[in-house]
């Protein structure tokens, strides 16, 4: 799972959006009560849902992996918040995600809560998924952060995790993690082994080509760092560390420039 950095809407897509809602939000004031997946079903098929879908396409990029699982390619518009519990954001850009259909069918209309009604389950698109989970390269599972204070699991981490929720740790799944960890912790010793220009270039291009992007960010800037042989990697070249994660497919955001 990575961060994800929703895009604006054209104008076309994005009225026809608000007036969709406009008009499921009229007839609640009414007194009337939609049925909101029905009226989901006959608008997803709409010719002006594709300036809506390409622009959730751009969001997770060319490769269009699963907000949620990154491991298949997406292909369904997701409700973050479910249609039926949250009917004023039905048609709300900021509600809707793209998915892969086992993740899609898993979480069907679940959205686990905190006390205070904040929803707990993980949106890439707001939260930075390195906040809340830690990975485990031995076992390529994503699991809760866990607060140094209390030892408690990170809440939206935790549910997140929960495979009553999602498939994040499904053999499958973690079989590709543990895959991409293993190309990319080599091409990172093979490097260290002949740090000269030709294994720079091949660290490079295996970076770009990283079949699990958020793993680069993992290792170089979050706890991944502390391990062989990202620990040496990282203290020795750290400007060539800081290069690699503006390499990746969908760059992270300007707080990985380079350092002075």
């Known amino acids: 799972m990575r961060r994800l950095y929703r895009p604006a809407l054209h104008e076309a ?20 009560s939609p049925d909101v997946n029905q009226r989901w079903d006959k608008h997803r098929r709409a010719k002006e849902m594709g300036g809506v879908i390409s622009a959730l396409q751009q969001m997770v990029g060319p490769r269009e992996r699963c907000v949620w699982c990154a491991d298949s390619r997406a292909a369904d518009v997701e409700h973050y918040r479910p249609k039926a519990r949250y009917p004023e954001v039905v048609f709300v850009w900021e509600n809707l995600l793209w998915v892969c259909t086992p993740c899609n069918r898993k979480k069907g209309a679940q959205l686990p809560v905190a006390a205070d009604g904040t929803p707990l389950l993980l949106d890439p698109t707001r939260q930075d998924p390195w906040d809340h989970l830690v990975f485990e390269p031995d076992t390529g599972q994503l699991v809760a952060r866990l607060d140094p204070e209390t030892g408690a699991p990170d809440p939206v981490g935790d549910a997140t995790c929960s495979p ?3 498939p994040l740790n499904i053999e499958a799944v973690t079989l590709g993690r543990r895959r991409a960890w293993r190309a990319l912790s080599e091409a990172v010793a093979e490097f260290l082994a002949r740090p000269d220009a030709e294994q720079e270039r091949r660290l490079t291009s295996a970076v770009h080509e990283a079949d699990r992007p958020e793993l680069v960010v993992w290792a170089l800037d979050r706890e991944g760092r502390e391990l062989s042989p990202f620990n040496t990697f990282c203290a020795t070249y750290p400007t060539t560390a800081a290069s690699l994660l503006t390499k990746l497919p969908d760059p992270p955001p300007p707080r990985y420039a380079l350092p002075a």
């Open 13 to 32: 897509p994005e009225g026809w959006l608000k007036a969709r809602q406009a008009e499921l939000d009229a007839e609640r004031a009414s007194g009337i």
């Open 164 to 166: 009553k929720l999602l």
